[in-house]
């Protein structure tokens, strides 16, 4: 990571105009700070899942497969999401994808490919030497930082030494294609967020749609899952294609306060070959006739459903119309839209475990001029009118195979400082036995 002092001495005989998006950011951060009080350590562990999935992280000192189970659980448990039974018979062992640097090994083990997402099953083994680099089994609190005199710490030294006087840097993260920068401060990592993809030779930035999840077997061994959510965009019609994953590096979960970011670079890189084309032929698209909903100048719609043997998706327009920069970025706008939220559930009103994307958000603009801009963001600090704004998004859901119908339940997430709230704003019915594509 770059010294923060450098970065601010630098920083601070420039001139910065701050685009309007991060003043957005800013203000929402600000408003709810209190809902997030961390100390000042760097957690890689991508919390995406804000995004997103619940990613387990654990000390579990024992590792057992047995017909698809981490220590008596289904692998799909782990993951964070539920996919049907078939799972396994989905899954393509792989041989002889392994790289080893400086006795520090990552094997390529298995693959799973859905219509809807790739999973990449790596077991991972640290030599001693990187063990120590990583700081493995050793406290987030140092002497150090207890002893300090400081007084620029003071005011939070208690409650982070409440907070972290008993935990350990426990666990590891792999992030591939990463960005080597050098610059004046120094040379360090751009990424670590798994948000770069390599499809057939072809870059891709997949932004939130990318997890991981690790199980701890020991301090030197891991079962490491990274999984990617991929749709046409990125593959089009392709139902084989190879992902090259290069530039690694295993990093700890956590770091020592006041430390800088630490690493282990992996040489080498893996070409992985993945089908669908399994999945896909065993998958059904249902065209429903479901209800527009809209909430003041939003319009969300049911493009189609997709029934693959391991879970329910389903594609979901959104249109924003009479658009403009305040409604955007002003949360006390009367027209302001915060994140909306999806729900789902059985016929019989059983929750369903759901996971929810976006792949594609752009921009019209009032004479005509159409931007793309990435997903969740705001790509302009230009004030506007009259636009319209389309998104395209995806719903994973748990497949109920004895249920015909599924109910998919929109809230709008209301934050204030103590305090979320929602506001539903519609359901979808959804009838699975459509007539089908």
Not at 51 to 76: E, Q, R
Not at 280 to 299: F, G, L, R, W
Not at 331 to 351: C, F, L, Q, R, V
């Amino acid at each position: 990571m770059k010294d923060i002092d450098k970065i601010l001495e630098t920083a601070s005989m420039e001139e910065v105009e701050i685009p309007q998006k991060i003043q957005y950011r800013v203000r929402y951060t600000l408003k709810n700070k209190s809902r997030n009080k961390k100390h000042p350590i760097m957690k890689k562990l991508v919390m995406t899942m804000a995004f997103l999935i619940v990613v387990f992280i654990g000390s579990i000192g024992v590792y057992a497969v047995n017909g698809g189970t981490i220590a008596g659980k289904p692998i799909t448990e782990w993951l964070g999401i539920k996919f049907s039974d078939e799972y396994e018979n989905y899954k393509v062992n792989v041989e002889g994808q392994e790289l080893i640097d400086n006795e520090t090994s990552i094997d390529l083990t298995s693959t799973v490919c859905d219509d809807g997402f790739t999973i990449l099953e790596f077991d991972v083994k640290l030599s001693k030497e990187d063990k120590e680099k990583l700081k493995i089994g050793e406290p987030i609190l140092t002497e150090e930082y207890i002893n300090s005199t400081d007084e620029t710490i003071q005011e939070e030294k208690e409650r982070v030494i409440s907070e972290y006087s008993d935990k350990t840097i426990d666990s590891i993260y792999i992030s591939f294609n990463n960005k080597l920068i050098t610059d004046e401060t120094g040379t360090y990592l751009e990424g670590l967020n798994n948000y770069s993809i390599t499809i057939d030779g072809k870059d891709f930035w997949i932004r939130p749609r990318s997890v991981q999840t690790t199980t701890k077997i020991s301090d030197y061994e891991y079962k490491v899952y990274q999984m990617y959510f991929l749709t046409d965009k990125e593959l089009g019609t392709k139902q084989e294609f190879t992902i090259t994953l290069g530039d690694i590096v295993i990093e700890a979960n956590d770091t020592q306060i006041n430390e800088k970011q630490v690493y282990v670079p992996i040489s080498g890189e893996f070409n992985i070959k993945v089908s669908k084309e399994k999945a896909v032929e065993n998958t059904k698209i249902v065209e429903p006739e479901c209800e527009e909903i809209k909430y003041k100048d939003m319009t969300k719609k049911v493009e189609k459903v997709m029934i693959t043997p391991l879970q329910t998706i389903v594609k979901i327009s959104t249109v924003y119309e009479n658009l403009n920069l305040e409604k955007l970025t002003d949360t006390e706008n009367e027209n302001h839209i915060n994140i909306i939220e999806y729900e789902a559930s059985d016929e019989d009103g059983k929750n369903l475990s759901v996971f929810s994307y976006e792949t594609k958000r752009t921009v019209t603009y009032a004479d005509g001029r159409v931007e793309e801009w990435e997903q969740g963001d705001i790509g302009t600090s230009k004030k506007f009118s009259n636009g319209k704004m389309e998104l395209t998004e995806y719903v994973i859901i748990e497949k109920k195979e004895d249920s015909p119908n599924i109910k998919i339940k929109l809230k709008e997430r209301i934050e204030t400082e103590n305090v979320r709230e929602y506001i539903p704003i519609g359901n979808f019915n959804i009838k699975l036995e459509e007539p089908t594509k």
